[in-house]
């Protein structure tokens, strides 16, 4: 099941279908609209969170004081409607909310990407709980998803009692609307705007708490502010946290990044002791709140990152290409701009070693190429790539590039093709 943000000539953008899959790439001019779509797809999510969606073409039934509630394609309907009436009547105010000013959009809808055979099931069952002493009413709730009558995905919560299994009931709709709305077995996916200027922002947030720094920011800015100000670590994280972590300090910033109180400081592996952040290298600014994403006590489970590949040498967008597709293996939605055609083609190589991979595993390939399969997507994890186009009258077309596998040359990113055959054309006649 995945969710699709539509959008219709906003701002620049003419039009954009972008569906949320596990890894989606943004490639583009500079100035085209792909920090502001982003930026949107933040902000909607953000709105959508707490949304109290319908009941309308639920299925019910009580079992013995036992509510269970069927949501199939009935279902999907009814809150596609009901979202996107939503969407449309108060769009001016949900524009203002996310960038702090009225940017024209003629339309902004969702659309629910679902087999005919998708469907949620959840019991509601009250129960008593003693833990402050006093008995208290609580709800048990366990959503399960099915997909061709499989249980694919499991979420169990308890919530406090109300008014009764009625009350419990809208509960259990709104787990299942926030596991669709996160892509994840969570009722609560966290999620992190890292903006373009990291640097600047990290050495100045605590200013703009206090006061001192001036001008305002859009809402996911804001967000990425608080979460540097909030940050604290998590001291028990899982495994594939950590392993997240042991890659990008071996392979990217080669050293550790701690938090002492409210300082950030860098270890270097070679010098063997702390350099307070704001004079270590622009490399480790940048790379410093992915750090603190994987690491922080609030899970994150949506890293937007624009301009992914700011300071970081070709060599090391290799590595982060790679780290990308480690965060998206476990579990970490990932949407990322970036105007880097190593950036593009290192990617691109890693989607088409998936392909070939998927299709019949070759191990010494990937030992040659100095890859291991963790830096292939899982069988489960789709990417969409989008590459933004600048048009007629300053209006940005966007398209969905399609995986091109046979010949096998994965996505034509046309933006970057164009540049280095004017390259290669430019040297020949050097060279003549």
């Known amino acids: 099941m995945v969710l699709h943000i539509m959008i219709k000539n ?39 969170r707490n949304f109290p969606v319908t009941d309308t073409g639920v299925k019910k039934s009580d079992l013995n004081g036992q509510y269970l509630i069927r949501c199939a394609q009935d279902w999907f309907r009814a809150i596609e409607v009901q979202i996107n009436d939503y969407l449309a009547e108060h769009k001016s105010q949900i524009i203002e909310s996310i960038f702090g000013i009225s940017i024209s ?15 949620f099931v959840s019991s509601v069952s009250e129960c008593q709980s003693r833990e402050t002493g006093e008995p208290r009413t ?3 709730i366990d959503t399960r998803q099915y997909e061709h ?9 308890q919530i406090p009692g109300r008014d009764g299994l009625e009350d419990g009931m809208k509960a259990a709709l709104q787990v299942v609307w926030n596991i669709i709305l996160s892509g994840k077995n969570s009722a609560d996916a966290g999620q992190l705007f890292l903006p373009a200027s990291r640097s600047g922002l990290q050495l100045l947030y605590k200013q703009y708490f206090a006061g001192e720094a001036g001008g305002n920011f859009v809402m996911p800015v804001k967000d990425f502010l608080r979460f540097l100000q909030l940050y604290a670590q998590e001291k028990q994280l899982d495994e594939l946290r950590s392993e997240l972590l042991e890659f990008g300090e071996e392979h990217l910033i080669q050293g550790k990044v701690v938090q002492e109180g409210d300082e950030t400081f860098y270890f ?3 010098v063997g002791k702390p350099v307070s952040l704001y004079i270590a290298s622009s490399m480790i600014h940048e790379l410093t709140p992915f ?34 597709i480690r965060m998206v293996n476990a579990g970490i939605h990932v949407i990322v701009s970036s105007h880097s055609d190593t950036m593009a083609s290192r990617l691109n190589n890693l989607f088409m070693l998936t392909y070939l ?26 990417a969409a790539v989008y590459e933004f186009s600048s048009g007629k009258k300053g209006k940005t077309a966007v398209e969905k590039l399609d995986f091109i596998s046979h010949p096998l040359m994965g996505y034509d990113f046309k933006l970057f093709g164009c540049n280095l055959d004017k390259l290669y054309d430019e040297a020949d006649k050097i060279t003549r």
């Open 268 to 270: 270097d592996r070679q």
């Open 291 to 324: 750090i603190k994403a994987l690491s922080a006590a609030r899970r994150i489970d949506w890293l937007y990152c624009d301009e992914v590949e700011n300071s970081l040498h070709p060599l090391l967008q290799r590595e982060m290409a790679r780290w990308l």
């Open 138 to 140: 609580e709800f048990n």
């Open 357 to 382: 991979n998927r299709k019949n595993a070759n191990f010494e390939l990937l030992s040659e190429l100095g890859l291991k399969e963790a830096d292939l997507l899982h069988s489960d994890m789709k």
């Open 10 to 48: 906003f701002g620049k953008v003419e039009s954009a279908d972008i569906a949320l899959n596990d890894l989606v790439v943004f490639v583009g001019n500079n100035n085209s609209g792909k920090t502001m779509v982003m930026q949107l797809i933040y902000g909607i999510r953000e709105k959508l």
């Open 149 to 157: 009558g499989e249980n694919v995905k499991s979420y169990k919560c």
């Open 105 to 119: 959009v003629e339309e902004m809808r969702i659309a629910l990407e679902c087999t005919e055979s998708a469907y």
